[in-house]
């Protein structure tokens, strides 16, 4: 069946989809990073708590995919790969440019989010409730990252620039693929 205007199904199969993706690439960001970075420092420890938040977060979505019949986006063995090498060389980089990455995933996901919310209203509970208190989660990792000196990362402004125009990419890919 065909999606018509007024019908809410598969703009919600496109948000289920783009959400399970995004928790999948924040995991294997996550999982480069502490590859890099072990559990040498305070930011590391950070990330590992950030990492088991997004982990909870992506299993939400796999049962979402699974119990909806939501098709998942074909790119994940991309994302798979991408995710992991963000991580690996922004720790490279160093505990800042780690943070720098964070902050500016999760500047783009509070926005994608917060759009996401105001398109479901009170159509979907299940959902909006999952995202709402998603949200909040990566607010706070936003916050942490900045904290513990996302700003202070080598060419900070360029570094927060690429990635999010990188995540907004990788949301408006993973709606349709």
């Keep these: 069946m065909r999606w018509k205007p007024g019908d809410r199904r598969e703009p919600v199969d496109s948000m289920v989809r783009v959400d399970q993706a995004g928790e999948f690439g924040a995991v294997r960001i996550y999982a480069g990073q502490l590859a890099i970075m072990g559990d040498r420092t305070p930011a590391a420890r950070?990330?590992?708590?950030?990492?088991?938040?997004?982990?909870?977060?992506?299993?939400?979505?796999?049962?979402?995919?699974?119990?909806?019949?939501?098709?998942?986006?074909?790119?994940?063995?991309?994302?798979?790969?991408?995710?992991?090498?963000?991580?690996?060389?922004?720790?490279?980089?160093?505990?800042?440019?780690?943070?720098?990455?964070?902050?500016a995933v999760e500047t783009e996901i509070d926005a994608h989010y917060q759009a996401q919310l105001d398109a479901l209203g009170d159509s979907d509970p299940e959902l909006s409730e999952a995202v709402a208190r998603f949200r909040e989660e990566e607010l706070e990792h936003r916050d942490t990252a900045l904290e513990q000196g996302a700003e202070n990362a080598p060419a900070y402004p360029v570094l927060a620039g690429l990635i999010r125009l990188g995540c907004k990419a990788a949301i408006a890919i993973s709606k349709h693929i």
Aim: charged letters at 15%; one cysteine or more; proline letters at 5%.
């Design 46 to 103: 950070s990330i590992a708590g950030m990492a088991n938040q997004e982990e909870r977060h992506r299993a939400f979505f796999d049962a979402m995919i699974a119990k909806r019949g939501v098709r998942p986006t074909v790119l994940q063995p991309f994302w798979y790969h991408a995710g992991f090498a963000l991580g690996a060389v922004t720790a490279t980089i160093g505990p800042e440019a780690a943070m720098a990455c964070t902050a």
